[in-house]
């Protein structure tokens, strides 16, 4: 884990196996962030949520059955924001394809996206196939 502070905000990088089991990792970082800032209880629940479905995604679908590699998670905690993202270098996709692996979980009608884009004020979801890596960014406004 690194940490970094400019402008006002401190980043903090994270990197994790592409394994269920580290997940937990994430949000016990991001629940760190939360009491550094005072977020409040309900939007730090929907932050863990979105940033579940997030490290979820990656971990089930970017490196296949194998699960070997890793996924990267960047903590950006400004005064009046918070924003994530969620890295990965495994298969691209093409966002918008109702059916990339496992029947379109990913995709733009899928479950952990819709989630996410609920709770996000600001989403962005960054993939090509036949090219490696995919990301997902999403930022919450603080009050």
């Known amino acids: 884990m690194a940490t970094f502070e400019s402008d006002g905000g401190r980043t903090i990088e994270l990197r994790i196996p592409a394994k269920p089991e580290y997940i937990t990792l994430c949000r016990l970082a991001l629940t760190g962030l939360g009491q550094v800032r005072e977020i409040g209880e309900d939007t730090m629940a929907d932050l863990k949520l979105a940033l579940t479905e997030a490290v979820s995604n990656s971990v089930r679908h970017a490196y296949g059955p194998e699960g070997e590699g890793h996924v990267g998670v960047r903590y950006e905690l400004h005064p009046d924001r918070l924003g ?22 990913l995709s733009e009608g899928g479950l952990g996206i819709a989630i996410i884009k609920s709770i996000a004020d600001e989403f962005e979801l960054r993939s090509t196939p036949g ?11 603080l009050a």
Not at 88 to 102: H, L, V
């Open 84 to 105: 994530i993202e969620v890295v990965d270098d495994g298969e691209g996709f093409e966002p918008g394809d109702p059916s990339p692996r496992e029947g379109g979980e």
């Open 131 to 141: 090219t490696r890596g995919s990301t997902l960014r999403f930022v919450k406004r």
